[in-house]
């Protein structure tokens, strides 16, 4: 009979969430070979404790940002309202549900650009990486809370600053924090109804200098009042002719690399692809102020290149995150990477811009048989990688 190694029975342990009504099997989405992080956090494991000990919540439950869906499959009986800005935390928790063997119906969800229709008995909030976006979503839940709706706010003691205690009372109304348990907070809020309505500063809006559009930036994209750093390095020294037919956004948060490109050369497709619903829409809205070019722009919620075929573009630009949620790592940018070289035409070349210290020369050399030095100062570097293997 086949062994089965210690190594591998610890990662089916950290495969299983068990909470109060049961246990449950989830994974990080997409999936990875050999996955070393738990697609659940002991804030998910201190909500689902301290539900145990509440009244039974019967109907009207709103979670928001739940990363991979660990409460949503937990509390799936309650037939939840999942509130996300990740399209793939959208699909890793439709995954989670199929393999838990729980009817995807079970679990309405909703994208960040769109506001809950209904008054929440119950809401969950698991802290977000960008507290702007916990500012927006608490605004737009204020008109909806009764009195008496139940309020638990979430996350890892590390990732929680003094400001979300003070969004919480300025937006939502008095909190009171419990006992800290595996370096994880909670937070109950009362909902203070004589509170004045809030004005949600979401979207903002900053001028792109030199182009006369105005950028529309929702609250969860970054560099939301200014063009950032990075991204103006790569401008700088950006090279796109007409060869170039297919030019891909990759991560595009706001578009400013697609948009300028298309600006460029309007006989261009651009394609804008990032996995935040707010990104994608920020992307949208900007582009269109090139008026008549939009009908050749294309917007894609998706996991990286996954769904473009292989050799079908030309250009590829791309500055690319370093961290997933609240875990800082590189295997977001090497995903890039990987599907860059699988998509780009026989004569493409991927543009990516980065700090020094990441060394993506050397992961680039993975896929890719040339990779240039555009150019560097002491915070960024510029690549372009060409001839994929």
């Known amino acids: 009979m086949k062994q089965i190694s210690q190594a591998t029975v610890a990662r089916q342990a950290d495969r ?15 999936r990875r070979p050999r996955e070393l992080l738990r697609a659940w956090d002991a804030a998910d494991e201190f909500v689902l404790q301290h539900l145990q000990a509440l009244p039974p919540v019967m109907s009207r439950v709103l979670i928001a940002n739940d990363s991979f869906g660990a ?60 507290l702007a976006l916990l500012e927006d979503q608490l605004t737009r839940l204020q008109p909806l809370l009764a009195a008496d709706s139940r ?39 009362t909902v203070d109804s004589n509170l004045p309505a809030t004005l949600n500063p979401y979207p903002t809006h900053w001028l792109y200098e030199g182009t006369g559009l105005r950028i529309v930036n929702h609250a969860n994209v970054f560099s939301s009042q200014r ?23 990759l991560g595009c948060g706001n578009g400013i690399l697609g948009v300028t490109a298309g600006a ?30 939009l009908p050749r722009a294309h917007f894609h919620l998706a996991d990286g290149l996954s769904d473009f075929p292989s050799a079908t573009v030309d250009l590829i630009l791309c500055n690319p995150p370093f961290h997933e949620n609240h875990a800082v790592g590189d295997s977001v940018a090497l995903s890039m990477f990987q599907g860059a070289a699988r998509a780009l035409r026989a004569q493409g070349e991927l543009w990516v811009v980065g700090n020094r210290h990441l060394g993506y020369h050397v992961k680039l050399k993975r896929w890719f048989s040339r990779v240039e030095l555009v150019a560097s100062n002491s915070k960024f570097v510029l690549f372009k990688a060409s001839k994929n293997r």
């Open 16 to 30: 299983i969430l068990s909470a109060p009504w049961g246990d449950w099997a989830l994974e990080r989405f997409p």
């Open 71 to 130: 409460l949503s499959v937990a509390l799936s009986a309650l037939q939840p309202l999942n509130w996300s800005d990740s399209w793939l935390a959208h699909q890793g928790m439709r995954a989670n549900l199929v393999a838990n063997g729980i009817n995807e119906v079970q679990v309405r969800t909703l994208p960040s650009t769109g506001s809950p229709d209904f008054s929440p008995g119950l809401v969950i909030i698991k802290v977000p990486k960008t």
């Open 151 to 189: 309020v638990l706010v979430a996350g890892m003691a590390k990732g929680m600053s003094t400001a979300v205690w003070q969004l919480l009372a300025r937006i939502i109304g008095p909190t009171q924090t419990e006992p800290a348990r595996k370096k994880a907070q909670l937070i109950k809020v």
């Open 227 to 249: 063009l950032d750093i990075g991204t103006r390095f790569m401008l700088q020294h950006l090279q796109i002719d007409s060869r170039h037919k297919d030019i891909v956004d």
């Open 264 to 293: 460029r050369f309007t006989e261009a497709r651009v394609h804008f692809v990032d996995e935040s619903y707010m990104a994608i829409e920020s992307a949208r809205q900007n582009f269109a102020q090139l008026n008549s070019l």
